[in-house]
């Protein structure tokens, strides 16, 4: 053998099976993987970014300072400014040593491995959280909506930290209209694909200053196996004091069910599934909903997004702000359920959840070879905004 032409091509020794780390659960409130990549989407003004800092402390709580974990926390703010974080950690009843451990970072540039490695090896950040993903693609000159683009911003911003050894989750939205837009963020479908688990936040009831609120975590992709697809997860309740505005939350296990979860249009999700293997380029939302059999297009837009959530297809953003569906794999109805919800009581069997054992991230090669980094040059990440 002559050698190989690249040595990412050289062959790994796959760990022997007595050896292998076993997958652990959600460390963080049963919502949060360590070491794995995270994508928390809802609509605008579902409080995610407020949700994001209750998991943020969650982290810290949870994480002993001086234990084996990254204690600390990285919040990569593209939205908010630090007056506003600073001001609901506050409010979240934040302590002065909790907030010492959150870091908080308004880049204008890509970060770099040396701010990688400072952020998630010397500050110890076991958590990175960028709010929003649209604001990462904004600074690097990348089309939110374009396929290739989300997959150079995961490599950009999500993969570096991950490969590092921090957890990361990436905040962003879904579109305005309810119509089609499925339980997955807004634009590209590789936002979901980029990441290890995806969780949709639903508003049950609005929280605003003075009053109480309550929102539910859907998952929408979980590639540890132990948050079902589908299903509601988790529920947070916030309760802001009306007189010290003070906010007290609590995680608590889902009170309510959902039609998505003991329900999926089976024959329809067939019918659409055989329609988009007739058009291997794909068909728009409304293609499908005028072309399939059937009387419901509130069942038929369920049906697609039953197809895609299963990874019977993909979706993509198409011209003029059309959502192109496509086939990827053939969907036969198990039990050919009937159309309407109310005429049957059973669950549809669903594929399960694949399972995988904990990555153990490490640094590349060249970076974990560096004793000491050489001095930074200047960095529009050197500074960073001290919350305390």
């Given at each position: 053998m002559t050698g190989w032409s690249h040595e990412d091509w050289e062959?790994?020794?796959i760990i022997a099976p007595d050896h292998v780390t076993?997958?652990?659960p959600p460390r963080v409130r049963g919502l949060l993987y360590d070491r794995r990549r995270h994508v928390l989407f809802g609509e605008t003004e579902a409080a995610k970014t407020l949700i994001a800092l209750t998991?943020?402390?969650e982290f810290v709580r949870a994480t002993p300072a001086d234990g084996e974990w990254l204690s600390s926390v990285a919040y990569i703010d593209f939205e908010n400014g630090t007056e506003a974080i600073s001001l609901m950690l506050a409010e979240l009843g934040a302590t002065a040593k909790e907030v010492e451990r959150v870091f908080l970072f308004h880049p204008t540039a890509v970060p770099s491995m040396q701010d990688v490695y400072c952020i998630s090896v010397e500050i110890g950040c076991g958590l990175v959280i960028i709010d929003a993903g649209v604001g990462a693609c904004a600074v690097s000159g990348l089309d939110d909506n374009d396929r290739k683009d989300i997959e150079r911003m995961a490599s950009m911003w999500v993969r570096p930290f991950w490969e590092s050894g921090s957890a990361t989750v990436v905040i962003d939205h879904v579109t305005k209209s309810s119509?089609?837009?499925?339980?997955w963020p807004i634009g590209s479908e590789r936002k979901l694909s980029q990441a290890d688990t995806g969780l949709y936040v639903d508003t049950i009831t609005p929280v605003s200053r003075g009053s109480s609120g309550i929102y539910k975590f859907v998952s929408a992709k979980d590639r540890g196996g132990y948050l079902k697809r589908g299903t509601t997860v988790a529920e947070i309740h916030l309760s802001s004091d009306p007189s010290t505005h003070r906010i007290s939350w609590e995680f608590r296990k889902p009170s309510t069910t959902n039609a998505y979860e003991h329900w999926r249009p089976t024959l329809l999700m067939q019918r659409v599934s055989e329609y988009l293997a007739a058009h291997p380029e794909g068909a728009s939302r409304n293609e499908i909903e005028k072309n399939v059999k059937g009387k419901s297009n509130d069942h038929?837009?369920?049906a697609i997004d039953?197809?895609?959530c299963l990874g019977n297809a993909t979706e993509e953003a198409g011209p003029r702000g059309a959502r192109i569906v496509k086939h990827?794999?053939?969907f036969t109805s198990p039990d050919l359920a009937p159309t309407s919800p109310g005429e049957v009581t059973t669950t549809s069997p669903t594929s399960p959840a694949p399972t995988g054992a904990r990555r153990e991230a490490r640094l590349t090669a060249s970076t974990a070879n560096t004793t000491s980094p050489e001095p930074r040059?200047?960095?529009?990440?050197t500074s960073r905004d001290r919350l305390g």
């Open positions: 062959p790994r020794t076993r997958a652990e998991l943020a402390l119509e089609g837009r499925g339980r038929k837009r369920q039953e197809l895609v990827l794999s053939s040059a200047a960095s529009r990440w």
